[in-house]
Each structure stands twice: as C-alpha cells, then as structure tokens.
C-alpha cells in the first residue's frame, strides 16, 4: 500500500515570497491534516479536512496561509507572504475514518522541510 | 492544553527499560503515541481509550490512569531501532501533541 506522498521534500525561500506544498493521502482515507513541526517541538495541527470540507482550521494563520483539498484527495497548503518564523517542517497526514477520525491512527507523509531566509 | 512529557531525554543501553509520562491538565479520554525517528515522519504506535482498550507494539506497552490524567510509555528491553522522540497527542477535538521526549540507545 503506498504511504502518504508530499512534494516538496525541501525548500528554500526569500522572506514575504509565496510557497505552495502538495499531498496526496493514502487511498480512501477521507480526512486529511496538515501539521506544523518546528524544530523541537511536537507536530501542531493547522487544518484538518474531511473530504473536501475543513473540519478545523482554528490554528490556521489565515492572513497568510491558505489551503484546500478540492475533490476530496489531493491538498495543497500554501503561504503568502512568508515570514522567518514560518521555516518548519510541514507534515500532511491521513486517517482512515471521516468525522472522528482523531481516535484512529493517522499516517504522515515525510514532510516538507521550509527554510525561509 | 498541550499535553507535558517527561523526561525531555532519555540515554539507554541496550537491554534496558524506559518510561515515558505524558500528563495533561484536563481529563483524557484518548491518548495516542507516536514515535519519530530523526529526519523522518512520525510513525503511530498505539491508542489508549478511556475504558481501557489497548493496543501494543513491539515491546513496547503503555497505560492510561484517567484518575492521574496521565499516560505512561513502557519500553523493555530497548533496542538500537528505539532510538527517536516519542511523542503522546491527546484528542481534545483535535489531536494535540506534547513537546517530545528524545530517546538514544547506545550498544
């Protein structure tokens, strides 16, 4: 079964620059999250979606940072402008089961790794 | 909100055992733990609901005290492939979680 694929895997970018980061979950898992790791630090949810609808975009710094998932598979994350403190690694994860499917296990993809200079 | 670990980090030999708390200030009714290795995504490990369901890994077994509202991470035996930062999320509408605890088994 193929794992979760995200492209990126690096990027390097000017500050107030735009970057877009792509995921495609595993088949047939209908939710979908987008994570934040900073160096350190644990992942931090930014959107989840199930399907093509947000669930929880409560940490999503929506001044800059935008994302959608149109037909319910592929998803992309992008951020306009941004800033120093945005360099992190961003994860994108699948589960299985929609609505609550925080109680089931969740695979992450390898991440893409933001530098913003 | 975000859930509290402890240690930070942990050095092992092989052979032997570890455990990792995760606490939180509010009632835990799911608690997941994965394990990162470096440069790599984190890989689940197991659930703990309240109720007591259980899953395991390897040899690695973890418990739930809802009355403490922590979770604890057993690791026996430990091997060089432990190596990584284990990370608990607890599920508070949304999965949260802690800062990481960075284990190293050395030969």
Redesign the interface.
């Known amino acids: 079964e193929a794992g979760?694929a995200q492209s990126p895997r690096y990027k390097i970018i000017e500050k107030r620059q735009s970057v877009a980061f792509w995921c495609n979950p595993i088949s047939g898992h209908a939710t979908l999250y987008w994570y934040q790791q900073i160096l350190?630090?644990?992942?931090?949810?930014l959107i989840?979606f199930q399907n093509n609808g947000v669930v929880?975009d409560s940490q999503l710094p929506k001044d800059r940072f935008s994302a959608e998932r149109l037909k319910g598979v592929d998803s992309t994350l992008k951020i306009q402008p941004a800033k120093l403190e945005d360099s992190a690694v961003y994860?994108c994860a699948s589960s299985l089961f929609p609505g609550r499917g925080?109680?089931?296990?969740?695979?992450?993809?390898?991440?893409t790794r933001l530098t913003v200079l | 909100q975000q859930p509290v670990q402890s240690p930070q980090a942990v050095i092992l030999r092989e052979g032997e055992d570890a455990v990792i708390n995760c606490s939180s200030s509010k009632a835990l009714y799911s608690v997941h733990w994965y394990r990162q290795k470096h440069g790599e995504a984190p890989v689940f490990l197991m659930i703990l609901l309240k109720g007591g369901e259980q899953k395991g890994h390897e040899k690695i077994s973890a418990s739930f005290n809802e009355k403490k509202q922590q979770s604890s991470l057993y690791l026996t035996a430990s091997q060089l492939s432990y190596s990584g930062t284990y990370f608990c999320g607890l599920l508070a509408g949304k999965l949260i979680f802690g800062q990481g605890t960075t284990l190293q088994v050395k030969p």
Not at chain 1, 40 to 45: A, E, I, S
């Open positions: 979760v350190g630090q644990g992942p931090k949810l989840q929880d994860l925080n109680t089931n296990e969740q695979f992450f993809g390898p991440g």
